[in-house]
C-alpha cells in the first residue's frame, strides 16, 4: 500500500532552494482515496492515544484526520506567538537561525498518552521540540506519525528512543 | 446545535494586542465530540463540492474534516512561498501592510464547483483573496464555510453575491 501511495508524492528539484529536492504532498490531498487510505494506515500503525498533538501547519491536515477517526482531542503545535493562552514554547534550530514552537499549557496532562502527527521526517527538528514540550507538560509521547520520512537526514537518529513510524521512506 | 459549539469557544482580551477580543478554537478541537459536529453541521449546510479549498493554517483543520467527509479533493491555500508548483498568487491588505496567499495552478480547472473553508470570517480579506484565485482557474465557488462569524467588521459584505455560512455569529 506504500508503495502505492507514493505515486501521489511529487518531487520538486530546486525548492525552495537549490540543491533541495522538495516532496509535494498536494497530490495526495487532491485524491481523496490516497487521503483516506494515509489516515487509515497512520491510524493502524498504532494503539489508540489520548490525543494527538499536530505540527502546525501540514500536520494539522493529517492530524484532524487521525483525531476524528481516533475521536481523541486535536492539539495543535503552532508557531511561535499564535497561541492565545498561556503556552510552553520550545526552540530550534534551523540551517540559518532558529524557530520555536509552543502548545497551550493546558492541554495536556500525566496520564496523556499522545501521538504526534506530521507531513514529513526531515532532519527532526521540529519533531524532537514537539517531543519536549508534550514531556513538560508530563505527557508521554507514544509514538511519532509521518507520511513520509526522508532518509539521510538524521531525523530518526533525533528521535532515538522513541517509537517512529511513516508510511514510506524517501531519499532526501 | 451552534449555540452548544459557543460554549468550546473561549475568549482571549488583548490578544494578539491591545482592543482585540480574540476568539480561540483550541477549546472545540480539544473536545472531539464538538469538533466532529463541526464538520457534521458544516457539511449539513451546503451540497457536496467537487473539491474543498482550505485556507493556512487553521482551516485545514477543518477542511480536512470536510475534503473526507465528502470524500473530494483538499486544496490548500497557503501564504506565498510554500507551495513548490507553479501558483497564482493574490495580495490582500492587512491592518498595516499587505500580505499574499496562493494555490497550485493547476489545483482546480473550470467546471469544480468549490467550498472554501477556514474557522473564522473577520474582515474577509483572506476568504476574498481566495474567491478570486478560485475564480481565476476558471472554478466556481459555490460558497464559504466558517466556524465563526465576528460580526461588525465588514466581512458578509466584502464577499457580498458569495454564498456564506457560519455555525455561530459572535460579535467582534
Known amino acids: 500500500m506504500s508503495v502505492e501511495l507514493r505515486r501521489y508524492i511529487g518531487e520538486v528539484p530546486d525548492f525552495p532552494k537549490q540543491g533541495v529536492r522538495f516532496r509535494d504532498i498536494t497530490p495526495l490531498l487532491r485524491h481523496p482515496e490516497a487521503l483516506?487510505?494515509?489516515?487509515?494506515?497512520?491510524?493502524?500503525?498504532?494503539?489508540?492515544?489520548?490525543?494527538?498533538?499536530?505540527?502546525?501547519?501540514?500536520?494539522?491536515?493529517?492530524?484532524?484526520?487521525?483525531a476524528l477517526h481516533w475521536n481523541v482531542p486535536f492539539v495543535p503545535a503552532r508557531k511561535f506567538g499564535k497561541l492565545p493562552g498561556k503556552t510552553v514554547r520550545e526552540v530550534y534550530s534551523l540551517e540559518?537561525?532558529?524557530?520555536?514552537l509552543e502548545i497551550h499549557a493546558d492541554a495536556l496532562a500525566p496520564g496523556d498518552d499522545v501521538v504526534i502527527v506530521d507531513d514529513l521526517l526531515a532532519t527532526g527538528g521540529t519533531a524532537r521540540a514537539t517531543v519536549r514540550l508534550v514531556e513538560r507538560l508530563g505527557a508521554r509521547v507514544a509514538s511519532l506519525l509521518f507520511v513520509i520520512e526522508l532518509t539521510g537526514l538524521g531525523g530518526r537518529e533525533r528521535l532515538a528512543g522513541r517509537e517512529v513510524h511513516a508510511l514510506m521512506e524517501l531519499p532526501a
Chains 1, 2 share one sequence.
Open 36 to 66: 483516506a487510505a494515509s489516515i487509515e494506515l497512520l491510524a493502524g500503525l498504532v494503539e489508540r492515544p489520548s490525543a494527538v498533538v499536530a505540527i502546525e501547519s501540514r500536520g494539522f491536515i493529517f492530524g484532524a484526520g487521525l
Open 96 to 100: 540559518y537561525g532558529e524557530d520555536s
